[in-house]
Structure formats: structure tokens, C-alpha cells
């Protein structure tokens, strides 16, 4: 059912967000794996980061980068057994990051990813809890940290989701839920255009945004969504990640034109 279907979140799309580094802490190895992550060459970073966390394990900066790789790393793994030992390892780490630093933006971000991960190929009612805690770790983060981008493409994401639940489906996951925790296309325009002021170089917030409005389909939405894709396709191309960027905006923007 779409229901399920639109509840993994569609995370392929949310591994390129790189969440906003923290101040460097006074240690060469650690400014290595901050530069080499934010390039996104996280192949790299991973060995670094991790012998960090090998040698202080209880280090809530070092935990939480390291879920967030085993995020993006996952995705990558040859089998869907391999990807799943790498998601729950980033939710596993994750969740001990949160533990540590319960107040910690980028401790709950990593949560929330790892959490989307693993509803890749969960069960459906897996996904709906997910799906629910997901939404609370992106606010949490925004709570403690409201300039930190990637929980405002969650919840875009989260939003459009809910938006584009039939009657049907409403009823289904207010069952489950308890009540439904709202959801309209204008809030996730909203969020999009507030990830999108944080962090403007990346142009997946941009293609998100245009699919919301795509979807909503209001008069002159495709025409909006149309200036979203060519702001999107003008941004440099610095990594593998802007690269599959560009490619969705244009992509989008050639079945927009059509």
C-alpha cells in the first residue's frame, strides 16, 4: 500500500544531508575526519572517525559522527542483510550518543536517520512507529539546534507524507498513532524553504521542494517548482552527492517541461 511505501521516507535521497559540524575539538585526527566529512568522502572519514570512537567511546561528537557514516555507508553494502548489520549499528550508536548528550542537536539527527534507514524494508507496522519517532527526533534536534538543516528536510519530507494520505489512510495510522500528528503541503514547503535559507548549496532541498509542489499541483506550483529546479541546477557540482543532485533536478525539471 502507499501507506507503506511512503513511510520509509524515501532515504536514499536524505543520506547526502551532512549534518552542521560542530566546533573542533583539539585533536589533529578528529579535524581530519570533520574536513573529509564534509567533503562527503566518507569512505575516508569512516577509519578516522572510528578510531577515535575505538579510543574514547563514551564521546558523544565522536558517536554520533560515526552512526551518521554508518548511515550513509549502509546504503552502499552489496545485500539488504549487510545494509540492515549497518543501519543498526548506526542506530545503535546513535541512540548511546543521544544517552550521552541528550541535548544534542546532531546526536538527534543521527537518530532520526539511522531510524529511517532501517524502515527501508521493515515491517509495516515497524515503519509507522518509526515513521513517528523519526518526526520526534527531527523536532528535538531543531529544538536544540533551530539553524542545523537536515531535520527541516525530514520534516518536509514527513509533512508532504501525511499531506498525501487518502481517508483511508488517515483512519489506518490514527489507529495505530492514536491521533494523526497533522501534515500539509504548506508545512512542508515550509520546511523546505527553511532548509533550503540554511543551508543553500545543497541542492536536494531544492528537488524536494519542487516535488511538493509538484504534488500539491496548485495553480503555478509547476511554474514555482520550475524556478526551485533552475536555481537548483545553477549550484556547484563539489561532490559525488551534488552530482546525483544535479542529475534529479534535471531529471525533474525535463518531465516538468514535457
Keep these: 500500500m502507499k501507506l507503506f511505501r511512503t513511510l520509509t521516507l524515501h532515504v536514499f535521497l536524505l543520506h547526502f544531508l551532512i549534518p552542521q559540524l560542530s566546533q573542533s575539538q583539539d585533536n589533529p585526527e578528529f579535524a581530519r575526519a570533520v574536513r573529509l566529512q564534509e567533503d562527503g568522502r566518507w569512505e ?42 549497518w543501519y ?26 539511522a531510524l529511517g ?12 512507529d518509526n515513521a ?3 518526526k520526534t527526533e527531527a523536532e528535538l534536534a531543531i529544538r536544540y539546534d533551530p539553524k542545523l538543516p537536515g531535520p527541516y528536510h525530514i520534516l518536509g519530507r514527513w509533512h508532504r507524507i ?14 495505530i498513532f492514536g491521533s494523526l500528528p497533522g501534515g500539509t503541503y504548506e508545512d512542508a514547503i515550509k520546511n523546505f524553504e527553511k532548509a533550503i535559507t540554511l543551508e543553500p548549496q545543497a541542492g536536494i532541498h531544492y528537488y524536494e521542494l519542487a516535488v511538493t509542489l509538484e504534488e500539491r499541483d496548485n495553480k503555478g506550483d509547476r511554474e514555482k517548482a520550475i524556478q526551485w529546479l533552475n536555481k537548483a541546477i545553477q549550484l556547484p557540482v563539489r561532490t559525488e552527492a551534488d552530482r ?4 534529479l533536478c534535471n531529471n525533474l525539471l525535463h518531465n516538468l517541461k514535457s
Design 44 to 85: 575516508d572519514a569512516f577509519p578516522v572517525i572510528k578510531g577515535l570512537l575505538k579510543a574514547d567511546s563514551s564521546n558523544s561528537e565522536f558517536l554520533w559522527r560515526t552512526s551518521f557514516l554508518y548511515s550513509q555507508l549502509g546504503v552502499r553494502q552489496n545485500t539488504e542483510t549487510n545494509k540492515q548489520i
Design 88 to 113: 543498526k549499528k548506526a542506530l545503535y550508536l546513535a541512540q548511546k550518543a543521544v544517552s550521552v548528550a541528550p541535548k544534542s542537536a546532531n546526536c538527534h539527527y543521527a537518530y532520526a536517520l
Design 117 to 128: 534507514r532501517i524502515n527501508e524494508n521493515a515491517s509495516s507496522k515497524t515503519k509507522i
Design 132 to 134: 513517528k519517532l523519526i
Design 162 to 175: 501525511v499531506a498525501d494520505f487518502n481517508a483511508f489512510e488517515r483512519t489506518m495510522i490514527s489507529a
Design 244 to 247: 546525483e543532485h544535479r542529475s
